[in-house]
């Protein structure tokens, strides 16, 4: 078979998860090689845990992350002044491939759900650019599951248009589908929307990796936290300092049940309860040992950190990042807070390995089982929704 290598740029790229996952994928099929061209983030301490993990000699000399604001080596021994919100696409470096998880905040079914009304919604454009004027072989989006209904789901179908025809530039085959990723070896149940696409001069057909190939693995909770177990001094591993009520409150749950399960309550003093009109069920949850995690997020106040199963504690972020599939040995930079926002924010390990390994494969004829796709792009775009999004 003959090698290929592909020369990988990056859009809100996140610390890691797509990139480690892309490289996973490149070394387990055979004439692969990845490199890495170019990634953007806008979160300065989220650039920094990218360099320290991704940007390995493997990946070559000429990668370069931009962050919003900060001032890096340009090709000439300049300084280049680069912004998220008005990124230089056409400096950047020609690339074959492109991944790019556009922020999904005014998507997400937890915030206010503006879709591209909000500040975030059309970020997506960017990544539409870099399809139209450097023209990868493919390219591989990621987004919550949310976006599928934001505004009555007239961003779903932009969205798809301008991934399939970016104006001024080449047409893609795409092939959206709804990961449910715990069941490609993650140990957590995070669905997320991947859009797969591929330039439709190529002969080249990706088809959706079946859930099959990876039915052996244990993706439960306490496998993960466990197995093998996390060393005290391991990174990122800082135990946060529980107050007596929360020690308190969690004593009174069992796995599985958060702060508004009906048997808690009926066994909780009335001082514990938590008195809110919202009732989140994630809310001190505690995980359930033999099942996959509930789903990591990056934000979120008192009760969202994600609970043990039997320790009247919240998860540390070494804890949060195995849930993400991350290895031991990639460190995150920054303050807890920090660390806490890019696990959550990121894409799983074992997610992007697994649609990775199916994309490569694709393009060197290997077959893998696959399914149809759960998201028809005929039916979404034959919509009748009319209005502007």
Not at 94 to 108: H, K, L, Q, T, V
Not at 241 to 251: G, P
Not at 275 to 283: D, L, M, P, Q, V
């Amino acid at each position: 078979m003959t090698g290929q290598t592909y020369r990988m740029g990056e859009m809100f790229s996140g610390p890691g998860g797509m990139a480690l996952g892309a490289r996973l994928a490149a070394h387990a099929v055979e004439g692969v090689e990845l490199q890495h061209a170019w990634a953007n983030d806008y979160d300065s301490d989220t650039c920094k845990t990218y360099r320290r993990n991704i940007l390995v000699p493997e990946y070559g000399d000429a990668a370069r992350v931009v962050q919003t604001s900060v001032d890096l080596p340009g090709a000439g021994g300049g300084v280049v002044h680069q912004n998220v919100h008005d990124l230089n696409i056409a400096a950047l470096g020609e690339i074959d491939g492109f991944a790019f998880g556009f922020p999904c905040n005014d998507y997400s079914l937890v915030g206010e759900w503006k879709g591209l009304r909000g500040e975030y919604g059309p970020l997506y454009t960017y990544g539409v650019q870099v399809l139209a004027s450097k023209q990868p072989k493919w390219f591989v989006a990621e987004n919550v599951s949310g976006l599928r209904g934001a505004n009555e789901g007239r961003a779903f179908k932009q969205i798809l248009q301008h991934l399939q025809a970016p104006d001024d530039g080449p047409r893609y085959r795409i092939v959206p589908h709804l990961y449910s990723f715990d069941e490609y070896g993650v140990p957590q149940r995070r669905q997320r929307i991947v859009i797969v696409g591929i330039r439709e001069d190529l002969d080249v057909e990706f088809r959706v990796p079946s859930p099959e190939i990876y039915m052996g693995i244990d993706v439960s909770a306490k496998s993960a936290l466990t197995v093998p177990p996390i060393a005290l001094n391991a990174p990122n591993h800082e135990f946060t300092r529980q107050s007596k009520q929360v020690i308190e409150r969690l004593s009174y749950l069992e796995p599985g049940e958060n702060a508004f399960s009906p048997r808690a309550l009926e066994v909780m003093p009335q001082r514990l309860h938590i008195k809110t009109r919202t009732t989140i069920s994630t809310t001190y949850k505690r995980l359930e040992p033999e099942k996959p995690a509930y789903t990591v997020t990056g934000g979120g106040g008192g009760g969202s950190y994600v609970y043990h199963w039997i320790h009247n504690r919240a998860l540390t972020n070494r804890e949060r990042a195995r849930l993400q599939s991350f290895p031991d040995d990639f460190v995150f930079d920054g303050i807890k807070d920090s660390v806490r926002k890019q696990i959550g924010m990121a894409v799983p390990v074992k997610g992007a390995e697994a649609i990775f390994t199916a994309l490569f494969k694709s393009f060197a004829g290997i077959p893998y089982p696959s399914i149809e796709p759960n998201i028809e792009v005929a039916r979404v775009l034959s919509s009748e929704s009319t209005k502007a999004a």
